[in-house]
């Protein structure tokens, strides 16, 4: 196989997609083997093993190219490990979400044809956001900050283990709504306040989050912005009404539902802890800035959005 990059780095998520990841991270292994591609397992024992692995691999310039596989949490992995380095990604796709494979016109359920990018692919620039705490813990995603309701569905949904894809965030949002009521936010974009009650605030780079839900058809993933949505307070019959129209991006026209776009983004609520990629990340406050070209990924040669690949 006539590839570009000298030597890449493995990571697989055993668990992701119900457990397939590792079987399907053993058939990748295997194909790299096969093809003669010189690779290293950076897996570790666990995610902070993994991640710290990956940093050092890339510092030491001993790869060219991080694969990983599983779904959009082991990506949130590497792009925390890769973020403002040259080194690219490629994802095969083996989790419930994958979201961001698809942004990038990765194949999904096919392993091997993802796999085969390594050589036919093109690299292209995508913009990452940087998420600050209080304490100055930094954080990296590169598709949805989930910050209200949908972190709250977020939280649950990572709970369940019997259901995939966006099956279970509709079911976690079915158990949360009832109980849910309009949480008082205080957002900051680009020095403009938009205090007041909200039932849902994303912050996006990508389009979608858990699974195909569009929750900002209007984001774009490299045009140095993040597309921050807001829902206002809404009776939980509205929010019923409305909350379907997420899978398909219609539910944008609704009059409570604004859009703004921006760099840099301070987000507070109470009691709210805020998701990215799918990853928990931790309690607001926090600061999210966009940081164009921070990332290199591997896709297909018509990527959705307005990428521009690495000449």
């Known amino acids: 196989m006539a590839t570009p990059f000298e030597r890449v780095g493995l990571v697989i998520n055993p668990t992701a997609g119900a457990s397939t990841a590792g079987r399907v991270g053993s058939h990748v292994a295997a194909e790299l083997r096969a093809r003669r591609v010189p690779y290293t397992d950076l897996t570790g024992a666990d995610a902070a093993q993994a991640l710290d692995q990956i940093r050092s691999a890339v510092a030491a310039e001993s790869v060219a190219c991080i694969i990983v596989v599983g779904g959009d949490g082991i990506v949130n992995l590497a792009v ?3 973020a403002e380095s040259e080194v690219p990604l490629l994802i095969i796709p ?3 979400g994958n979201d961001t494979a698809r942004a990038f016109n990765v194949p999904t359920g096919d392993p091997m044809a993802a796999l085969d990018l390594l050589e036919t692919g093109v690299v292209h620039t995508s913009d990452a956001a940087r998420v600050t705490g209080t304490d100055g813990s930094v954080n990296w995603f590169i598709g949805v900050l989930a910050g209200g309701f949908d972190a709250v569905v977020n939280e649950r949904a990572n709970s369940i283990g019997w259901a995939r894809g966006s099956a279970k ?5 079915l158990l949360e709504l009832p109980v849910f009521t309009p949480i008082p936010y205080r957002i900051i974009i680009d020095g403009v306040i938009h205090d007041g009650g909200a039932m849902l605030v994303a912050v996006a780079n990508n389009t979608s989050y858990g699974g195909g839900m569009e929750v900002v058809p209007s984001a774009v993933i490299d045009d140095g912005l993040l597309d921050v949505l807001i829902l206002g307070p809404v009776t939980k019959l509205t929010f019923i009404r409305v909350f379907p129209k997420v899978f398909k991006g219609k539910h ?5 539902v604004r859009i703004i776009r ?4 301070e987000l507070d609520a109470p009691g709210i802890v805020a ?3 799918g990853e928990r990340i931790g309690p607001l406050p926090r600061i999210i800035e966009v940081v164009p070209g921070a990332m290199r990924v591997l896709g297909g040669r018509r990527p ?4 521009s690949p690495v000449t």
Do not use: E, F, M, Q
């Open 262 to 265: 921006g760099r840099r983004i």
């Open 94 to 96: 083996a989790g419930t």
């Open 304 to 307: 959705p959005g307005k990428g």
């Open 252 to 256: 944008v026209s609704h009059p409570a």
């Open 275 to 277: 998701y990215a990629d």
């Open 80 to 82: 925390n490990g890769l």
């Open 169 to 173: 965030y509709t079911l976690s949002a």
